[in-house]
C-alpha cells in the first residue's frame, strides 16, 4: 500500500519541474516502485512453479536436445508445424481469452471509474478502498469466467 501511495504522490512532487525533466523523473520512480512491488509476487511465482515442474519430473538433463540437427533447420516442415490445424485452434482459443479478459477489465475499470477518480483526495484508505475494491471485483470476475 505504501509503495501505490507513493506512485500517487510522484506527479505533486514534480509540479513545478519542465515537462520533460518531471516526466522522465516520474516515469522513473513509478518504474522504480512498480518492480519494487511486483518483484516479490513474480519471484514466488516462479519459484513455485519450478518447484512444481521439478515435482512432477524431477531433474531432467536432456543434452541430446542441445544437438543441432538438419531436421530442425528444415524451413518446411516448420512451417507445417506453425500452420497445423493443432496450433491454429491454440492461437484462436488464445485471442478469444484476450479479447476476453480485455473486454472484462475494460467494464470493470469504467465501472469503478467514480471511486478511483476520488482516490487522489482520500489518501491511502481511499486507495485501498477503491483500488482493492475493483482488483476484488476483476479477481472474481476473471475467475468465473476461466472456471467457466
Known sequence: IESLGRILLVPAA???MPFEIAL???????????LALLLPFVLIVLGIG?????????????????IPSGQKLNPLSNLKNIFS???????LKSALKIVFL???????????LPQLMSVPHS??????????????????HV???YVV
Open 102 to 112: 480485455s473486454v472484462l477489465v475494460t467494464l470493470v475499470v469504467r465501472d469503478a
Open 123 to 140: 489518501g491511502l484508505a481511499g486507495l485501498q478502498t477503491g483500488v482493492g475494491g475493483m482488483l476484488r471485483t476483476l479477481l472474481a
Open 85 to 91: 490445424k493443432k496450433n491454429l485452434v491454440e492461437f
Open 50 to 66: 519450478l518447484f512444481g515442474e521439478f515435482l512432477q519430473v524431477g531433474i531432467v538433463l536432456a543434452f541430446k536436445k542441445l
Open 14 to 16: 514534480l509540479a513545478g
Open 143 to 145: 475467475a468465473v469466467a
Open 24 to 34: 522522465k523523473t516520474a516515469l522513473e520512480a513509478v518504474l522504480r516502485e512498480a
